[in-house]
């Protein structure tokens, strides 16, 4: 039983360990329509923040989302909002990189206080 709930601590540690993340305000946003795109499937928004992003496999610097769903709508509304507000965020990345272009996909916001 002890060493399975060691292999477990350890599973869980390199599962949630290995994504990339940054925290730090945000420096730009960008609202980035597809150009050769005539629907809103291309629609989604671009952030960069002042912190260091843990891993830029995709090389960009730089975080994405997409606008074409109610989670993505929500995440650049919490982008807008903090930046309104003067709030820091913390954004995470999948544990398998996502990229889209120079971009990496975001998974989760937080609002850092």
Not at 94 to 107: K, P
Request: contains cysteine; negative net charge.
């Amino acid at each position: 039983m002890r060493f399975f709930s060691l292999f477990l601590i350890f599973f869980s540690a390199s599962v949630f360990a290995d994504f990339p993340e940054e925290q730090g305000e945000i420096n730009f946003l960008q609202v980035h329509k597809t150009p050769e795109s005539d629907s809103s499937l291309g629609n989604r928004f671009i952030v960069r923040l002042d912190g260091d992003m843990s891993d830029d496999t995709c090389g960009g610097g730089q975080w994405t989302g997409y606008l074409t769903s109610e989670a993505g709508a929500a995440q650049y509304s919490m982008l807008l909002s903090s930046v309104m507000a003067g709030k820091k965020v913390k954004i995470e990345g999948n544990s398998n990189v996502i990229c889209e272009g120079t971009s990496t996909l975001i998974r989760n916001i937080y609002l850092v206080f």
